[in-house]
């Protein structure tokens, strides 16, 4: 027996050990981050899929356009408009701003008629950490309604 084989079964347990380290690293990022669930009542969703649909084409045969512009003080925009590019006024705008990576710092905004006959709606939105975010935003008038999303990056000063 050579000098250098009495360290085989000392190399065997350091390798078992570093498997469980790095196993045990990666147990702890998958728990620890983004569960993975883009919609709670998938399954509600996937049996009225075909509402979903009609939702679609009657917002597609609206004719309605949007844009999500963030401000310079951190607050929300969304200019809306009809078929024709007329500024659409007196819309009930709601929207929602969601964390795609992780849960617990969603949070819904409160659209203001800030100038109403050019159809722009803004919202304060205070963003508690930088990163990844999507802008949902839901525009409702006379029974028509509007749905548009947009991601955003955001840097907190």
Not at 17 to 41: K, Q
């Amino acid at each position: 027996m050579r000098k250098s084989d009495r360290f085989i079964p000392m190399y065997f347990v350091l390798f078992f050990c570093f498997l469980f380290v790095v196993d045990g690293t990666m147990v702890y990022l998958a728990v620890s981050s983004h569960r993975g669930v883009v919609n709670e009542n998938a399954y509600e969703t996937g049996l009225k899929y075909n509402d979903v649909l009609k939702e679609a084409e009657a917002q597609k045969k609206s004719g309605w356009t949007s844009k999500i512009a963030m401000q310079k003080d951190g607050g929300i925009s969304v200019s809306l408009a009809d078929a024709d590019g007329v500024a659409l006024t007196g819309v009930d705008v709601t929207g929602r701003v969601v964390r795609p990576t992780q849960d617990g710092y969603d949070f819904d905004l409160m659209f203001e008629k800030q100038k109403s006959e050019t159809g722009v709606y803004t919202a304060k939105a205070d963003f508690p950490l930088s990163g990844s975010w999507e802008v949902l935003i839901r525009a409702e008038k006379d029974g028509t309604v509007y749905k548009k999303s947009k991601k955003i990056f955001m840097r907190r000063k």
